[in-house]
């Protein structure tokens, strides 16, 4: 969020807003390694660097949210036991202790959200809420229109059905077959367990899409932080 320089010292306790004014004024505040004595000037609370005589200021408790295009190869947790490369290895910069909203499996890519606002966490994780959440798989080759009817009614795995689903085949080719598939659940290693259950083991995987939120066209291993309006919809779900 951009807001004036004054009131990002103010709010990171430096010194009062008046006060904030002189220091501006006196030429002992800088953004991104340069000097502002612009009282006017604004700054983005995420991005830019405020140093006050020369030490970084910050606001304390301020939430950030970040995409990140997981690779595979690293896990969704904030420690591994086996010292495994963690999402959190791949945001650099970032002085903020976030954590990963959800999971995605060690061996799947793709959109994860990270943040520090623990009540987003809760209310996106929590089973009751179902946030469309759209994936990429490869599979050897096209499930057939039974196979696709049986999988979005819902298949069993660990014992429990699925909720209804979706699944296209968007593309074929001496590869496999692309299958776009579209679930409402987290279950543990779900999309793969119910490809699996109609007889189409997955190869590969990715997640393309959190809700309306996409992936775009951040590379694997990128990060970004969200838009303002990508927040305020993810707090409307
Ligand atoms: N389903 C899976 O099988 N794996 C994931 O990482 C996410 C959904």
Known sequence: ???????????????????AEELIQAGRVRVNGKTVTELGTK??????????????VRIEGKLVYIMLNKP?????????????????????????????????DYDTSGLIILTNDGD??????????NVAKTYIALVDRE????????????????GRKTAKAR????????VGAYLMIVIHEGRNRQVRKMCEAIGHPVRRL????????????????????????????????
């Open 1 to 19: 969020m951009l807001i004036r320089l004054q009131k990002f010292l103010a709010e990171a306790n430096i010194a009062s807003r008046r006060k």
């Open 43 to 56: 700054v983005d609370d995420e991005k830019d660097i405020v140093e006050a005589d020369g030490k970084e």
């Open 72 to 104: 595979e190869g690293c896990v969704t947790t904030a420690h591994d036991q086996f010292n495994r490369r963690t999402v959190l290895d791949l945001v650099e910069g970032v002085s903020e202790r976030i954590y990963p909203v959800g999971r995605l």
């Open 120 to 129: 987003l966490t809760y209310r996106l994780t929590h089973p009751k809420h």
């Open 143 to 158: 499930p057939t229109e039974e196979e696709i009817h049986t999988f979005e009614n819902g298949v069993v795995i660990d």
């Open 167 to 174: 699944l296209k085949v968007i593309k074929q080719d001496d």
């Open 206 to 237: 990715k997640r393309t899409a959190t809700g309306k939120l996409t992936l775009g066209k951040l590379k694997k291993g990128q990060w970004r932080y969200l838009t303002d309006e990508e927040i305020a919809y993810l707090k409307s779900l």
